[in-house]
């Protein structure tokens, strides 16, 4: 069973930027699709950005523009790059893997402060 380990997350101010980055405890290379959700205090969880495992990107229309996700096979690890970050962007980042069943993340405080 594969574990997966989020981090990167932090305080930031508007316009700032953070890495997020989620290391897998095996490979993640049989996971055809991978991505990143948030969930703000007292919303529901929301997806972020997807990645399929030949590198095919799907974002948000929040984070079209901001965001990068990708993803190095062969570090077991994917990344979420996120710019000009705004308050709202402020949550639990979880990230997650699609396998034999769901794998999530234990997840990494984002909070962006105006």
């Known amino acids: 069973q594969v574990q997966l380990v989020e981090s990167g997350g932090g305080l930031v101010q508007a316009g700032g930027s953070l890495r997020l980055s989620c290391a897998a405890s095996?490979?993640?290379?049989?996971?055809?699709?991978m991505g990143w959700y948030r969930q703000a205090p007292g919303k529901q969880r929301e997806l972020v950005a997807t990645?399929?495992?030949?590198?095919?990107?799907n974002y948000a229309d929040s984070a079209k523009g901001r965001f990068t996700i990708s993803r190095d096979n062969a570090k077991n690890t994917m990344y979420l790059e996120m710019n000009s970050l705004k308050p709202e962007d402020t949550g639990a980042y979880y990230c997650y893997a699609a396998g034999s069943f769901p794998y999530w993340g234990q997840g990494t405080q984002v909070t962006v402060s105006s």
């Open positions: 990645i399929t495992r030949g590198g095919s990107t």
């Open positions: 095996g490979s993640i290379f049989s996971f055809n699709l």
